[in-house]
């Protein structure tokens, strides 16, 4: 769920900023495949990871973070 959350997260910003999957991979340094997997909640990103996301896209890691929903 937790995945799931920031991939959709990292997916949105990546295509308001105007990134290609393509692109963005090759600009954070990783397979195409490792962000697919990311954006499609199949892989937990790294602290490591999300660090590069917010430096890459112009963003603090706030804006990145899911938002939780309250009950």
């Known amino acids: 769920m937790e995945a799931e959350k ?25 397979s195409v495949s490792v962000l697919g997997e990311i954006e499609r ?3 937990l990103p790294s602290e490591d990871f999300i ?3 917010v430096e890459n896209l112009n963003l603090t890691r706030e ?8 009950k």
């Open 6 to 30: 920031w991939g959709r997260r990292i997916r949105a910003f990546r295509k308001l900023k105007g990134y290609t999957q393509e692109g963005f991979a090759k600009q954070l340094g990783v």
């Open 41 to 43: 909640g199949n892989r």
């Open 51 to 53: 660090a590069e996301v």
């Open 63 to 70: 804006e990145l973070m899911p938002i939780e929903k309250t």
